[in-house]
């Protein structure tokens, strides 16, 4: 049986994800999982977040709610389970946002078609 809770106890035991653990629990987006599984999450590392401008995280951390954090977290997590060898084969995937995922082949890497919050 899909276990919910599993998913983020998972995300939650590797240091390098803590930073996308506390987030995601700071902002209320695990709500995410409340729903019916399974999921993909597209978990970035302590690395990427370390890239984001500390003045655009601050402003995140610090509105009212994390209502603009929670969405953007919200781009990385999938319904239905996903396999990386699929990934390569689809032109896009909607997030649980309703948002369309798109893959660059340039990049080697996930992009949302919509750009996220604005500062």
Known sequence: MYEKSSLIGVIAKK???SVFSRVMASSG????????GPFT??????????KIDDKVME???????????KV???????????????????????SVTGHDLYRHE??????????????
């Open 29 to 36: 987006a695990n709500d995410v999982f409340k729903h019916d």
């Open 59 to 69: 402003k995140l951390l610090n509105e009212a709610g994390q209502s603009k954090l």
């Open 72 to 94: 953007s977290l919200s781009y990385h997590v999938l319904h239905g389970k996903v396999m990386a060898a699929r990934m390569g084969s689809m032109e896009s995937r909607k």
């Open 106 to 119: 340039r990049h080697q890497s996930q992009r949302s078609g919509n750009s996220g919050p604005k500062n």
């Open 15 to 17: 240091d390098k994800f």
């Open 41 to 50: 999450v597209f978990v970035p590392t302590n690395d990427a977040f370390g």
